[in-house]
């Protein structure tokens, strides 16, 4: 396989004191569903915004498909990437259907109008997504795990080989959860695309993707975790597959808790305790 996303020594900070991100280097290959974990402020929302060309690093280079994402037009990079963040509230009285329709517009002929493959491929992506029942409803009027699953529909529906998502699990219930990355896993294994995205439950990343990209947002000491103000931000992180990623020394050193760890088949599932968790001392000694 070859490597669709490639990171090459990527930095970037938001203020020349407080770099976010350094030295980064990264080859996810095609097809692979990666991972994103790290405490807060460890940069995993700014490197899926670098991803999708938000944000320019200041050092360092990114390639897209092997070509430098400078060198992509809006219009072209939006045929290559397409990315769900954080949920968000509309601005604008959309419903449901032309909210995931817009998502269409990159492929759209030069009369600017929408086709009848463009419709039945939104109509896919809501069935997908199980959100067809109110393609009609707007989107303002929607709960906050309706409105995450149609902003999943709408990335879907861009139909692009690379999917970028902050959180997509946030907002939903447990049941919705697991069908989003039943659904993810489907939409890697059937349709060959590539798939990043950023995640606090480990356990859900554990079984369902590939790899995992580690962040820790400084050198702190084991067991410390967060940003020590002593330390120096030098954007430390691990990657791998997600066994040799997500082991309990490296959660509890990056995340600073203690965490219970016992398997489900050949993955680790990892329970943190904090220091009034029941049996947490008796759990940890096991």
Partial sequence: ???????????????????????????????????????????????????????????????????????????????????????????????????????????????????????????????????????SRPLADLSGGERQRVFIARALAQDTPILLLDEPTSFLDLKHQVAMYDLLKSVQRERGRTIIAITHDINLAAQYCDQALLLQPCSAAPGTGGTDPSCEPVGQYRTGTTSEVLSREAIENVFGVRVFLTRVGIENVLLPLGKMAKDADRAVSR
């Fill in 1 to 135: 396989m070859t490597a669709c996303v490639q990171l090459h020594e990527v930095a970037f900070a938001y203020r020349p004191d407080l770099p976010v991100l350094k030295g980064i280097s990264l080859a996810v290959e095609t097809g692979v569903f990666l991972a994103v974990i790290g405490p807060n402020g460890a940069g995993k929302s700014t490197l899926i915004r670098l991803l999708a060309g938000l944000l320019r690093p200041q050092s360092g280079t990114i390639c897209i498909e092997g070509a430098d994402i400078r060198s992509y037009g809006q219009r072209q990079l939006a045929t290559k990437v397409a990315l769900v963040q954080q949920e968000f509230i509309p601005a604008f009285g959309f419903s449901v259907s032309e909210t995931v329709l817009m998502a269409r517009t990159p492929h759209f002929s030069q009369s600017g109008f929408e086709r009848q493959e463009d419709r039945r491929i939104v109509a896919d992506a809501l069935a997908m997504t199980d959100t067809a029942a109110f393609a």
